[in-house]
């Protein structure tokens, strides 16, 4: 609070207890200019106590010590110009003119005086004259300050908006560049990543390679990206089994580009892949190096490779294993075979019949053979298929199962034929294989 302000207050009635010790040459009370001294102690720059006249006087105190009390008439002069801002720009503000050098201010003071040594302390108890607002102009520097109505005043106003029009244009011009840099820069990586990503190697899960319900069937992710400058939008995401590519699903995904622009944020919804034992519910995250990963807890990750020989490999398998669909159908029909289940007791075949099944001589883990040339209905099919010599490994084909019941048991021995080791058997059931044409790849 500066020194005027404390002056204003005193002129609605606050009491000033600022203390002024005046030199005085008389003990007896204090002096017109030791009131004059305290009033001007507290006015501001450019107001100044013109003249102070005690009109009544009275002794609070003791003889011992005397507090003496005083009203006065006091009359004030304005020693400059006072003005009231009435806007800003900046540095510059526009003046109101409220009083002008030479004007003079009427009224009461009522004082409090006490004897220290040889000076009387006053102190203002109240102070009666009309509230007085503004600065002296001289507090101002020269072309600083215009007065409200003049040409210089509308010059401030109109440099100010200038000033804030060209800053308001920078700061749009500066925003434009930003979404420009921005859009450019995502632009980009769209033009980077736009075309087909595929799995160079099987999907990763904490480490380890992640295998299906079978244990052995590992994943492969695709997604191609289309052309485009957006930094959102759609990409088809699909899961499929890495040894058979046409085991597949596939879903619409949406995509989100980041705003550095080094990365793409992928978020795809699906069934779950049964083969696989696997859904896509998650946000993944595709860097420019092509690794795509997911999960907080469960750190999953593949690493893809765009348009390139991941995709011809991929397609190419896809490809065969199309062509081999195909002429395995063609070959079921021609024959009119069914599709063998794993061993012959699972055909449930009448006694003295046959039947026409295709066979895949791709025989699991732990498959077993009983018999020599005649088999027992718990011998793998795929199994005895390349132990009787009708199949090698690998091969596929149409073969004629043949299912004879015996009066009597019979016991069977086991051999060793093709790299296969059967076992011996006793029943009164027993099964034939023998091939009918093979496929042709």
Not at 338 to 367: I, S
Not at 391 to 419: P, Q
Request: contains cysteine.
């Amino acid at each position: 609070m500066n020194r005027w302000m404390k002056f204003s207050k005193a002129f609605v009635g606050t009491l000033f207890m600022v203390m002024l010790a005046a030199c005085s040459g008389s003990n007896d009370q204090p002096s017109e200019d030791d009131i004059k001294n305290a009033i001007a102690f507290n006015l501001p720059s450019g107001l100044e106590v013109e003249g102070v006249e005690i009109l009544v006087t009275e002794n609070a105190g003791s003889q011992v010590e005397p507090l003496i009390r005083n009203r006065a008439n006091v009359t004030l002069e304005f020693a400059d110009d006072f003005v009231s801002v009435v806007d800003r720009f900046d540095d510059k503000v526009v003046l109101k003119q409220l009083y002008s050098k030479g004007q003079e201010l009427s009224g009461t003071v009522i004082t409090s005086s006490r004897l220290k040594g040889n000076s009387w302390t006053v102190s203002i108890d109240r102070f009666d004259i009309i509230r007085v607002n503004g600065t002296a102009l001289g507090q101002f520097a020269e072309g600083t300050y215009a007065f409200e109505g003049t040409d210089e005043a509308a010059e401030f106003k109109q440099a100010y908006e200038d000033k804030l029009a060209r800053e308001e244009a920078e700061r749009q011009a500066a925003i434009a560049a930003a979404a420009k840099e921005k859009a450019d820069t995502i632009a980009a990586f769209r033009a980077e990543i736009a075309g087909t990503w595929v799995a160079k190697a099987p999907m990763m899960r904490n480490g380890g390679v992640y295998t299906g319900r079978d244990k052995k069937s590992t994943a492969g992710v695709e997604i191609t990206f289309p052309e485009g400058d957006e930094a959102s939008g759609i990409a088809p995401f699909t899961l499929y089994v890495t040894d058979n590519p046409n085991d597949k699903l596939t879903v619409d995904a949406g995509f989100t580009v980041a705003e550095d622009g080094k990365s793409v944020k992928v978020r795809a919804r699906s069934n779950t892949h049964k083969t696989l034992n696997m859904y896509l519910n998650e946000v993944w995250t595709l860097s420019a190096d092509g690794m795509l990963q997911t999960g907080s807890r469960d750190r999953w990750y593949v690493q893809l490779e765009k348009d390139g020989a991941a995709l011809a490999e991929k397609n190419a398998l896809a490809e065969r294993l199309t062509n081999r669909d195909k002429a395995i159908e063609a070959l079921v029909v021609k024959h009119q075979a069914g599709l063998a289940p794993n061993r012959f007791e699972n055909m449930r075949m009448k006694q003295n019949t046959y039947t026409m099944m295709f066979v895949d001589a791709t025989p699991g883990e732990n498959q077993k053979v009983f018999g020599d040339g005649t088999y027992d209905g718990n011998s793998s099919i795929a199994l005895t298929a390349i132990h009787a010599g009708v199949l090698d490994r690998g091969e596929a084909g149409v073969v004629k199962i043949t299912y004879r019941w015996t009066k009597s048991r019979s016991d069977i021995f086991g051999t060793v034929k093709n790299g296969v080791t059967s076992g011996k058997y006793n029943a009164y059931g027993h099964y034939t294989i023998e091939l009918v044409e093979k496929l042709e790849e």
